[in-house]
């Protein structure tokens, strides 16, 4: 069965690894292949996206988050504009 967005943001916010472990799944292929058909690059898009997952989990207990799925692609699109920012200079 698979857990609510609300749940598991829930979950997330009171440190349960496993509810980060249930966002990863559910939601890693899909920022992956965002991210890799912006940066054409599979090794850089699996990082941000590593990235993407390890801050929700540092800022779990600040960050405001109403809908995780549309959270985490935002996420993915900050941290794509930013690489593609560093890329250009």
């Known amino acids: 069965m698979k857990t609510s967005d609300q749940v598991l943001v829930k979950r997330l916010k009171t440190g349960e690894d496993v509810a980060l472990s249930n966002i990863f799944d559910q939601y890693w292929e899909m920022l992956f292949k965002m991210a890799d058909n912006v940066l054409l690059d599979k090794s850089a898009s699996k990082d941000l996206v590593q990235e993407v997952f390890v801050n929700l989990w540092e800022r ?6 109403n809908n995780l799925r549309a959270y985490l692609i935002q996420a993915v699109k900050y941290k794509v504009a930013s690489q593609l920012r560093k890329k250009k200079f």
């Open 60 to 65: 779990r207990k600040i960050a405001e988050i």
